[in-house]
């Protein structure tokens, strides 16, 4: 039997499916819950790998990858070729090269460092090369980039939607941790990626999780309360619980009654879109007695979690109209959007729109599954070559728009981070855009008036019969703390619970789960320690 395996790199964790060659069929599915590398977002794992190391950060992911590929269960010696598709930050980190060329948007702060920017150009290399273990007759196949921001995940959001065909200006974004975009106008592409952070996939939020069985995905309101729904141990939602968002109480059980664990991205926005469009949110605040939106089997949202979805959800709408402004365009010109990857595929495209995840001009919307790991499949089946990689991005005349240094963004997201987190009524937005010279939004359209249509059942192909295995991709990180007392404040103030303090005879040790941990844009538990012995940088994995 031969095999081939797609590798999707994403910022909030790696998704890989196994294929025969022959028969291209899809043996197995495997996901991590998390990224390797601790950190909520791309910037996170890159300022982690320039603390740490290179080195050290590339073994943290080589360690999940071989753990991922056992987890397929197939014979991995009788595996050809591997197919890896990610944002140029991942697949640098994945190969070991330069990352300072990513890190620093100055040309100049690049030069004074000597920094030389490696061929990002595709590559074909062996397995065994880069650790990846079990795979001696492996070849693994890296598309190119466009240029360093632009890179293979962009190719295949681009690729697989086929939007450079487009006739009428439409915009496609790409729905993660790193959310890239594009807008095509007449041709030209405009570019550009927000550090949305992970809320939306699940992470960040007090109850939240990636799609696993038991994660509540859905709500709908009813004349008689909210309906939630739950996932099943295929990933498809089914019925659950008639509840009172109020109080919590059961008013009709359904059958996924006790089921629910936690809840994914899709779910925090249809619990945002249904309270903000019964009126019991209000900005980020929640109308309700203990300020909680009270779900299925005492699941929860708090004003906590509505301002993480926001920030997400700002950074979303601030980028793509900074897109449109750069186009000289406005969202009434742009009535066409495409919606990739597992947020953008589950979600439902009305209440991700009524929330703002979608550009309020949008009259049509059209949803795709993860771009990323298909164009790796169409790689694999030998549909596409590297060498038609190579070409289609020369093609892209692309222009790109770093929003780290633009004003017109910042301008846009301090007027977001308003509404959302600083108590300011969406009536007062529209007020905000004209004091900044920004024109204002058009009311959102009904959603009678939406046409939209879901071009894949799921997010990865084939697992309807082919069940997702779902792993830990964190490495245990350890050290012995120097004067540390035991009082265990850092553990307490650890927001992903990914510290642990463990008396040995030797003294105090701490223990972190890499996949958990927040990073260096956390750092909460060094803070809280009044000893001043934590130092998480310094902690390697056991012997």
Known sequence: MRYGIALDLGTSGFRCQAVE??????????????????????????????????????????????????????????????AVCGNPFQLS??????????????????????????????AII??????????????????????????????????????????????VVDYGTNAEMALVINGNIYTGSAAAGPALEGQQIERGMLAAPGALSEIT????????????????PQEGDLIDPLTGKVIEEGP??????????????????????????????IQTEDGHLTLQDGIRISSADVEEAGKAIGALRAGFLTLMDAAGVWV?????????????????????????????????????????IGMARKIIFGEISLDELKVFAKKLLAQHVMFATSDFFKNLYSVEYSYWCGGMPFSEYNNMLEIYGIKTLPPLPKAEDVDHKRLAIR???????????????????????????????????????????????????????????????????????????????QLRPAA
């Open 21 to 82: 060659l022959d028969s291209k069929k899809t043996v197995a599915t495997a996901v991590t819950e998390r990224h390797p590398i601790p950190g909520m977002n791309v910037i996170d794992h890159v300022n982690y790998a320039m603390e740490v190391g290179e080195d050290f950060a590339n073994g943290l992911m080589i360690t999940a990858i071989n753990n991922l590929f056992k987890e397929l269960a197939i014979d991995l010696s009788s595996v050809e070729m591997i």
């Open 93 to 122: 980190l994945f190969q070991n090269i330069e990352i300072r060329d990513l890190a620093y948007a100055g040309k100049n702060k690049v030069k004074s460092l000597g920094v030389v920017s490696p061929d990002r150009n595709g």
């Open 126 to 171: 062996d397995a065994s090369s880069i650790g990846i273990v079990g795979m001696p007759k492996a070849k693994v196949i890296i598309p190119p980039a466009v240029t360093h921001e632009i890179g293979a995940d962009a190719i295949a959001m681009m690729m697989m939607t086929d939007i450079l065909n487009e006739k009428e200006p439409c915009i």
């Open 221 to 236: 309101v009813t004349d008689k309360g909210w309906r939630c729904y739950v996932l099943d141990d295929t990933l498809a």
């Open 256 to 285: 996924m009654h006790g089921k629910a664990v936690g809840i994914t991205g899709t779910g925090v926005v249809a619990a945002l879109y249904s309270g903000m469009h019964t009126g019991i949110i209000q900005s980020s605040a």
């Open 332 to 372: 009434d010109d742009v009535k066409k959007a495409y919606m990739s990857g597992a947020s953008g595929l589950y979600v439902d495209p009305i209440k991700a729109m009524g929330v703002g995840m979608v550009t309020p001009g949008a009259r049509k919307i059209i949803q795709f599954g993860n771009t990323s």
């Open 459 to 537: 997010d990865l192909p084939d697992t309807e019969e082919c069940k997702v295995h779902i792993i830990h991709a964190g490495t245990i990180t350890t050290g012995k703390l120097e004067g540390c007392i035991g009082c265990k404040q850092c553990m307490k103030a650890c927001p992903e619970k990914a510290l642990s303090i463990i008396k040995k005879d030797d003294g105090m040790w701490a223990e972190i789960q890499t996949d958990k941990c927040g990073g260096t844009a956390c750092k909460r538990c060094e803070r809280a320690c009044k000893q001043e012995c934590l130092h998480t940088l």
